[in-house]
């Protein structure tokens, strides 16, 4: 089964800095896709970048970009020039046999002005 | 991600009462998703239903929760009996299921409350 680790419980960021936020997981399939979703306090979902395992470059949307190490296992999620309205929980995410979602426990994003 | 309506957003239920948490999957979409989110957690699946069918119910406690996909209308995930730790966020996602790139999208979720 997939597991998915985020060793970060919270995080703390100056405004208009880049953070890192890690994740880490564990699968045995040798094709497989990584998820980043960002849920604010409203408590939506929200999409925010995949990295396909045989990608061969780091997936990029805008601000969002991911530091994809296949061999280690991670694919940790970096923001740039940080925004308040980025302080939210991040959930890293990876399909499951079923085509469902195992979820790690997420890190809290606070971005201080 | 606007696409999937999920109604009611909140939900209040006393103990023992039935909680029903509907869902409609964005157009075009055939493959739905129940997780639940109990507070300062990550989204933990529950069941994964195509049209008339249930796929995948490892998630699905075992008594009192059930949940369908009918040919015609939304998902329904139905909680009878419910008990206070039952008070969670519950979310539905749906998506193509065509390819293992296929982002899922979410509806806002119910938040039930039982009192």
């Known amino acids: 089964a997939q597991k998915i680790t985020q060793t970060q419980p919270g995080m703390f960021v100056q405004e208009k800095e880049a953070v890192t936020l890690d994740c880490t997981y564990d699968t045995s399939d040798q094709s497989y896709g990584l998820f980043w979703y960002k849920q604010p306090s409203s408590g939506e979902m929200i999409f925010l970048i995949y990295q396909g395992s045989y990608d061969e470059q780091n997936a990029t949307e805008g601000r969002y970009s991911l530091n994809f190490q296949k061999a280690r296992k991670s694919a940790n999620l970096v923001i740039s020039a940080s925004q308040l309205g980025d302080s939210a929980m991040y959930f890293c995410a990876i399909p499951d046999y079923g085509q469902n979602f195992v979820f790690g426990p997420g890190t809290r994003l606070s971005v201080l002005p | 991600n606007a696409g999937v309506m999920q109604n009611p957003r909140h939900l209040v239920r006393r103990r023992g009462q039935e909680a029903r948490l509907r869902c409609s999957p964005m157009?075009?979409?055939?493959?739905v998703y129940w997780y639940r989110q109990l507070p300062e957690e990550g989204l933990k699946f529950m069941v994964y239903l195509q049209k008339e069918n249930i796929i995948d119910e490892s998630g699905m406690p075992k008594e009192r929760f059930s949940a369908e996909f009918p040919k015609e209308g939304p998902s329904i995930l139905r909680i009878q009996q419910v008990v206070r730790g039952d008070s969670a966020a519950y979310f539905c996602?749906?998506?193509?299921?065509?390819?293992?790139?296929?982002?899922?999208?979410f509806g806002q979720g119910t938040r039930l409350t039982v009192v």
């Open positions: 996602a749906s998506s193509t299921g065509q390819s293992m790139n296929t982002e899922a999208f």
């Open positions: 157009k075009g979409h055939s493959h």
